[in-house]
């Protein structure tokens, strides 16, 4: 499993950006698929998931700013983030299981400048 991110960069504040994470070497079907992000000094922490059943949980933070979804063969996830804000900033990672196996992505980094 090779989960790439990609769709960061530098945006102003109210601004949008959509990320993507493909899982480059296999086909796998995942089950939950999730982003978490790293914000300077700060721990890692959940931004969004979307599980086997395509149910979907997020952050209350970034409820009604961010939506995660994924491809029907279910290899990439996406996460569209609407008025960003300045304490968005942090390194993006995206996050993959495969029946209890763990896959995690490099980070991707987002901006929000105000």
């Known amino acids: 499993v090779q989960l790439q991110a990609s769709g960061g960069g530098l945006v102003q504040a109210g601004g949008s950006l959509r990320l993507s994470c493909l899982d480059s070497?296999?086909?796998?079907?995942?089950?939950?698929m999730a982003w978490y992000r790293e914000a300077p000094g700060k721990s890692r922490e959940l931004v969004a998931v979307i599980n086997s059943d395509d149910s979907t949980t997020y952050d209350e933070t970034v409820k009604g700013r961010f939506t995660i979804s994924r491809d029907s063969a279910r290899t990439t996830v996406y996460l569209q983030m609407n008025s960003l804000k300045p304490e968005d900033t942090g390194v993006y990672y995206c996050f993959a299981d495969y029946w209890g196996m763990a896959y995690w992505g490099k980070g991707t980094q987002v901006t929000v400048s105000s």
């Open positions: 070497a296999t086909s796998f079907n995942f089950n939950r």
